[in-house]
């Protein structure tokens, strides 16, 4: 494997960004197959040798409504939920919390939509009934010393609503951020986002009060706008972004939704730019390279290929 890209630095960017590894849950969850308990504690065990500062893990969802997930307590059993990476799970309820919890789990994310369909597709709620569902998981998360980051979904367009208003992602996020959660996940679920609107609506987050320290960007990558969208917020301050390795991903409940942006091709973008992220990119490769094995597929991520054929 070879291969580093020129490193030019721009001095108007962030000079550290964190990269949150969605790929064990966001990049898993769509897939048909189900990948074994085993595979899934290797794939999070090599994405921490990486250097991945935090490794979403898994999620302790209703386990017909993901059945890719439903070995969530056993794969948690497997891993080091004390150690220096956080690892954590999705959790839509006071149920799965208890389930998490159970299971040792030390941070926790919760998912609210934007959109009054997307509520009633991934979480049987309605806008409104989505935050009373979260509040005792926010509340007791707290209480019993976790960490909760909350995600807004259709974030820049609905496959069933259209685009939609930042007016209605400021209001979503406010109310999750008052409920007590301490990072907001701006989801674009179907990659519909260019930009220009990413510009827009961190700004629109900002002058609502919401610091952009507590930002993070959760960018989908169907039609190739991620990677300019990631240059967009990190432009406006944003120093979070999520990602997935080999950029697998998708979810069960948008058809529309392809892959996260792939983590490798985040890592050659920030490499370019000297912008520090702690991950190493051959170490990487070579577990995505491997998971696509597992899967029986090439990744879709173009950095991956081109370093895994060099
Ligand atoms: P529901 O059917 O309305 O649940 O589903 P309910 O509260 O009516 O309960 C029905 C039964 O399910 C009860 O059992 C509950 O105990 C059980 P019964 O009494 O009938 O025996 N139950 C559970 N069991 C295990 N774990 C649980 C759980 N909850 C209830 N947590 C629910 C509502 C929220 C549970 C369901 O809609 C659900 O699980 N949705 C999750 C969908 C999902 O995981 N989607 C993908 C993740 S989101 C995403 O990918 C987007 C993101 O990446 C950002 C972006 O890209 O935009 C984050
Ligand atoms: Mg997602």
């Given at each position: 494997?070879?291969g580093l890209p020129m490193v030019h630095p721009?001095?108007?960017?962030?000079?550290?960004v964190?990269i949150?590894?969605?790929?064990?849950?966001?990049?898993?969850?769509?897939?048909?197959?189900?990948?074994?308990?085993?595979?899934?504690?290797?794939?999070?065990?090599?994405?921490?040798?990486?250097?991945?500062?935090?490794?979403?893990?898994?999620?302790?969802?209703?386990?017909?409504?993901?059945?890719?997930?439903?070995?969530?307590?056993?794969?948690?059993?497997?891993?080091?939920?004390?150690?220096?990476?956080?690892?954590?799970?999705?959790?839509?309820?006071?149920?799965?919390?208890?389930?998490?919890?159970?299971?040792?789990?030390?941070?926790?994310?919760?998912?609210?939509?934007?959109?009054?369909?997307?509520?009633?597709?991934?979480?049987?709620?309605?806008?409104?009934?989505?935050?009373?569902?979260?509040?005792?998981?926010?509340?007791?998360?707290?209480?019993?010393?976790?960490?909760?980051?909350?995600?807004?979904?259709?974030?820049?367009?609905?496959?069933?609503?259209?685009?939609?208003?930042?007016?209605?992602?400021?209001?979503?996020?406010?109310?999750?951020?008052?409920?007590?959660?301490?990072?907001?996940?701006?989801?674009?679920?179907?990659?519909?986002?260019?930009?220009?609107?990413?510009?827009?609506?961190?700004?629109?987050?900002?002058?609502?009060?919401?610091?952009?320290?507590?930002?993070?960007?959760?960018?989908?990558?169907?039609?190739?706008?991620?990677?300019?969208?990631?240059?967009?917020?990190?432009?406006?301050?944003?120093?979070?972004?999520?990602?997935?390795?080999?950029?697998?991903?998708?979810?069960?409940?948008?058809?529309?939704?392809?892959?996260?942006?792939?983590?490798e091709d985040l890592v050659w973008m920030l490499d370019g730019l000297g912008i520090e992220h702690g991950v190493d990119l051959d170490?990487l490769?070579?577990?995505?390279?491997?998971?696509?094995?597992?899967?029986?597929?090439?990744?879709?991520?173009?950095v991956?290929?081109?370093l895994?054929?060099?």
């Open positions: 494997m070879t721009d001095p108007s960017l962030p000079r550290r964190t949150y590894e969605v790929g064990p849950r966001d990049g898993l969850q769509n897939e048909a197959g189900l990948v074994p308990v085993d595979d899934k504690v290797e794939f999070i065990e090599r994405l921490i040798a990486a250097g991945l500062p935090i490794v979403e893990a898994t999620s302790f969802v209703h386990p017909s409504w993901v059945p890719q997930l439903a070995d969530a307590a056993e794969v948690v059993a497997r891993l080091p939920m004390d150690g220096p990476v956080p690892l954590p799970v999705l959790v839509p309820n006071e149920r799965g919390l208890d389930r998490a919890l159970e299971a040792g789990v030390r941070h926790v994310a919760i998912f609210a939509s934007a959109t009054e369909t997307f509520a009633r597709k991934n979480l049987n709620s309605t806008v409104e009934d989505q935050f009373t569902m979260f509040e005792p998981v926010v509340e007791r998360a707290r209480a019993a010393g976790l960490d909760v980051r909350a995600y807004v979904s259709m974030c820049f367009g609905d496959p069933w609503e259209g685009p939609v208003d930042p007016v209605q992602v400021v209001r979503v996020g406010r109310r999750l951020l008052d409920l007590g959660a301490t990072q907001l996940s701006l989801g674009d679920t179907i990659g519909v986002g260019t930009p220009g609107h990413v510009s827009r609506l961190v700004s629109e987050l900002v002058a609502a009060g919401v610091g952009v320290e507590r930002l993070a960007m959760h960018f989908h990558d169907t039609y190739g706008q991620a990677l300019a969208n990631t240059l967009a917020a990190l432009r406006c301050g944003v120093t979070t972004f999520d990602a997935s390795a080999g950029g697998l991903g998708g979810c069960p409940y948008a058809e529309s939704a392809t892959g996260n942006l792939a983590t170490a490769v070579r577990t995505s390279a491997w998971m696509a094995g597992v899967l029986g597929r090439q990744s879709p991520s173009a991956v290929r081109a895994s054929s060099s």
